[in-house]
């Protein structure tokens, strides 16, 4: 078949109900709840997706859980290459259909993104854009972002709670670890919400798309999202004891807060990342080496539906 066309004012056909019911039909395909997948079918929201996007001609995508390709046959004559990739094998042949107009332009890759991101991509994306699943959505944004640097920015559908904590701002009862963490690598730039009744079938959760710019916090140490999760280990606990639960010496953390001029009786949501990256070079040496960017159980609990 030829793919999809878009026509007049529409940005991708496969944006409404009865072009996706087609489509699953046709391959005899019902949806799977495990693999998170509700399928968009408002042609607005594409077009809102692309407009924070702002693609050029130049761009490689990154797109995690294309499905049909409802999101993935308006990027493809906007960008010079589009890497997808899908968990659900039954969807290759759905997608080489869907995008045969631009199949030259896409990189299908099969399996599961945490795995096979970053180093089973054929290209390095600038760009990431994507309707995530929602169990590993806010996971798979860190792990994008801390271990693909040349992704310059992130515009991603996730869960309405996800996105809360993404945007959250310290003092907060959002803000936590992962926005931290998050904040070491971009910042939020735009955002807009995202109703059950743009999908099908419709989730029993809100969504919401986010826009993040890589903006790294200069100077901050590797051991940064260490002194993060020992922060936030014990949420009501005071910074200092949560952090000597964790295992930090109590008289090098005196030293290190006083350095900083941080109070040791706050709470780790009173402060702001570029407190914590005083915080870390502070502590120089005392700081452990553990807690990856991507690995934290606050993201693991932000992801869940």
């Not at 799977?32 to 490689?60: T, W």
């Not at 000597?244 to 006083?258: D, T």
């Amino acid at each position: 078949m030829g793919g999809f066309v878009p026509q007049d004012g529409c940005i991708s056909p496969l944006a409404n109900p009865r072009a996706t019911a087609d489509v699953l039909a046709r391959h005899g395909l019902v949806t799977k709840h495990r693999l998170g997948q509700n399928f968009l079918v408002d042609d607005s929201v594409i077009a809102r997706i692309l407009g924070l996007a702002e693609l050029d001609p130049s761009d490689v995508v990154l797109e995690v859980g294309p499905g049909i390709g409802t999101l993935t046959v308006a990027m493809l004559p906007r960008a010079r290459a589009v890497c997808a990739v899908e968990a659900d094998r039954r969807l290759e042949s759905v997608l080489a259909e869907t995008c045969a107009r631009d199949v030259a332009r896409l990189h299908l890759v099969m399996g599961d993104a945490l795995r096979v991101v970053p180093g089973g991509l054929p290209l390095a994306p600038g760009k990431f854009v994507s309707n995530l699943p929602y169990q590993v959505a806010a996971t798979l944004i860190l792990k994008v972002l801390s271990e693909l640097p040349s992704v310059r920015r992130a515009v991603v559908m996730v869960q309405a709670e996800v996105a809360d904590r993404i945007c959250a701002a310290p003092g907060s009862k959002t803000y936590g670890a992962y926005t931290a963490k998050l904040a070491l690598l971009g910042r939020v730039t735009g955002r807009f919400e995202v109703g059950p009744g743009s999908f099908s079938p419709p989730p029993h959760v809100s969504s919401a798309v986010v826009r993040i710019d890589r903006a790294p916090l200069a100077g901050a140490p590797a051991a940064t999202p260490a002194v993060i999760d020992a922060a936030f280990a014990q949420r009501r606990k005071t910074i200092r004891n949560s952090m000597v639960s964790s295992g930090y010496e109590r008289e090098k953390l005196n030293a290190a807060f006083a350095a900083c001029g941080i109070a040791p009786g706050v709470r780790a949501e009173a402060l702001w990342p570029e407190d914590f990256v005083r915080l870390a070079a502070a502590l120089g040496d005392a700081a452990p080496e553990a807690a990856a960017l991507g690995g934290d159980s606050d993201a693991w609990r932000a992801s869940r539906p």
